[in-house]
Structure formats: structure tokens, C-alpha cells
């Protein structure tokens, strides 16, 4: 609604002013153990796909050496247990 207000298409319209208080008023709140989102956003395989396209664009740009994988390997501490 605020973009719209904005980005009016009547120049006459639009605000004269600068937004001076922004208020966010939450309607739904979710505990943060309710809701764990995954890295890119969703868990079908859409997404799986989007992202290796992403990774074989950066990889196309930069080189074959130029986008990490981190595996999980197994080891006591965070750094033990992931593989690049």
C-alpha cells in the first residue's frame, strides 16, 4: 500500500511531504520454533533446481572453482562437520 501511495501515476497525487512515522503493526505472530524456513525459501523441488541453475550461472562467470558445496561429514565441532 505505502509503494502504491508513493508511485502514484498522477503526478498531482503523489505526497508532497516526506514520510516523517512508519508504523508496523504485526497481525500473525509465529514462534520462532514454529517456523524454520529452509535456505532458499522452500522445500520442492522447484526451488532445488532454481538454486543449481543459480550455482551453474555464478559457476559459468566466475569459473568451476568459484562456488563451495558444503557437505556434511561428521566431526565433534560446527567446522569438523562440514566439508567444502
Known amino acids: 500500500q505505502l509503494d502504491g501511495w508513493l508511485n502514484r501515476r498522477n503526478p498531482d497525487q503523489r505526497p508532497g511531504a516526506p514520510?516523517?512515522?512508519?508504523?508496523l503493526r504485526p497481525v500473525?505472530?509465529?514462534s520462532a520454533e514454529a517456523l524454520q524456513l529452509p535456505?532458499?525459501?522452500g522445500v520442492?523441488?522447484?526451488d532445488r533446481l532454481r538454486a543449481r541453475r543459480?550455482?551453474?550461472r555464478v559457476?559459468?562467470?566466475l569459473g568451476?572453482?568459484?562456488?563451495?558445496?558444503p557437505v556434511l561429514s561428521g566431526g565433534r565441532?560446527?567446522?569438523?562437520?562440514?566439508t567444502l
Open 19 to 23: 514520510i516523517t512515522v512508519l508504523q
Open 28 to 30: 500473525e505472530v509465529v
Open 39 to 41: 535456505l532458499w525459501g
Open 44 to 46: 520442492g523441488e522447484e
Open 54 to 56: 543459480a550455482l551453474v
Open 59 to 61: 559457476q559459468g562467470l
Open 64 to 69: 568451476p572453482d568459484a562456488v563451495k558445496v
Open 77 to 82: 565441532g560446527p567446522a569438523e562437520r562440514i
